[in-house]
């Protein structure tokens, strides 16, 4: 796009490797590489707040805390990009000390889907009662999902013409995973892929692998989804057969749910059980190298998403892209990503994921023909390039709409 370079401030709520923070990193690392000037601010620590660096040398990034006042003045700014509904209190804090100065730039970028109705209180109106009056006061709110926007508009009585102004843009593919697009649905590449990365993750080559990954919260439901899963694996009758499964957890996990996952790995060692003969459990922690998530990708058969409630799931993306079949909850941004048997399947009971997982495992044919649609999906409707085009107008309109240094 032909425009004049931008100025622009990126507020992560934290530093931690879940879909949300890592949307954010891309597009840092988007509006660099078209030349704008970022910076970007976290107001609480996590896993990446000391790797990040390591990993990814072109990223500066500075601590701040939800009381502080900005550094610089937002007119320094062209435009302010705040992460999620948990910037609110920071928000706040700079609205009270900027006004319109600060709110004229802001693009609020909300990506939370709550579970239930005490989550929903909590994410709506939370220990601070100005979210609504934060929200209506901000140039642009943008949600990453139908599901997520319908929630908040919902929930908020917001006048017709603020709804109006209200806007959906997805989450995108990373850059960096483009160049694989045209030929990982292919299956003679992907089973040599699957083979090398199974001998130096020293899995057998034999042996199926079903991969969950993502942010594995109580919050999202995801242990209790997966604890129904493993119990109903253990006692599925088509285990019978001596075929060996592995089921990899790669992502944040929270402590009280990484106790969990590991009694049930405690569990499956014992001899009593049918998971016990057929199924390994191994629990990886957070993954910040592109390489070695490679690996793991590639040595799936299924992408497992099993969260209650997802606001979008970038994850599938990932799936999609590394030409593995993806079978998720039909809730939020899952649904709305996959077309249940077209470009994934979606289940909403035990007895159904149960089935869609053997679904896959037994039909290689059907494996095939949604992986390659998946592909086709993502490479059409979820690129960087499209995502990157979507953010540049939207920020540029700030800037031309506000005072700033222009």
């Not at 990993?55 to 006042?69: E, M």
């Not at 601070?128 to 926007?149: C, D, E, G, I, N």
Request: with cysteine; proline share 3%; aromatic share 8%.
């Amino acid at each position: 796009m032909n425009q004049e370079k931008l100025s622009v401030l990126l507020v992560s709520h934290e530093m931690t490797p879940t879909g949300a923070v890592l949307s954010l990193l891309n597009l840092y690392h988007g509006l660099s590489a078209r030349g704008h000037a970022v910076d970007m601010i976290a107001l609480d620590g996590g896993y990446l707040a000391s790797t990040i660096e390591q990993v990814d040398t072109s990223l500066t990034w500075n601590q701040s805390s939800p009381s502080t006042i900005m550094g610089n003045p937002p007119d320094a700014y062209d435009a302010i990009v705040a992460n999620t509904i948990a910037s609110d209190a920071w928000l706040d804090t700079q609205y009270k000390a900027f006004g319109p100065l600060f709110s004229d730039r802001l693009l609020w970028f909300i990506r939370e889907l709550p579970r239930d109705l005490e989550s929903q209180a909590r994410y709506l109106y939370g220990s601070f009662p100005s979210r609504k009056s934060l929200m209506q006061l901000a140039h642009s709110v943008v949600f990453v999902s139908r599901s997520s926007k319908a929630l908040y508009e919902g929930h908020y009585d917001l006048s017709p013409r603020f709804k109006q102004s209200l806007r959906v843009v997805n989450n995108a593919l990373n850059a960096d995973l483009n160049s694989i697009l045209p030929c990982m649905h292919q299956s003679r590449l992907r089973d040599t892929l699957m083979a090398l990365s199974k001998v130096a993750l020293r899995i057998p080559t034999s042996h199926t692998v079903i991969m969950s990954t993502g942010k594995f919260s109580q919050q999202k439901g995801s242990y209790e989804t997966m604890n129904d899963f493993l119990r109903t694996f253990s006692r599925d009758k088509r285990n019978n057969k001596d075929e060996f499964k592995h089921i990899i957890f790669v992502g944040d996990v929270e402590k009280t749910y990484w106790k969990v996952l590991r009694k049930q790995y405690l569990e499956s060692r014992t001899r009593n059980g049918k998971l016990s003969h057929h199924t390994r459990l191994h629990l990886v922690g957070s993954i910040t190298s592109t390489k070695a998530m490679r690996e793991y990708y590639n040595v799936a058969s299924i992408i497992l998403l099993h969260s209650k409630c997802e606001a979008f799931g970038r994850v599938i993306l990932e799936a999609f892209a590394h030409g593995v079949p993806v079978v998720a909850t039909g809730c939020g941004g899952p649904a709305e990503i996959i077309k249940h048997g077209k470009t994934g399947l979606l289940f909403s009971t035990d007895a159904e994921l149960m089935w869609n997982v053997e679904h896959l495992i037994n039909n290689p044919e059907i494996t095939s023909s949604i992986s390659k649609r998946s592909c086709d999906l993502v490479r059409s409707k979820f690129s960087s390039t499209s995502y990157m085009n979507t953010m540049e107008k939207i920020l540029t309109d700030i800037a031309l709409k506000s005072s700033g240094p222009r």
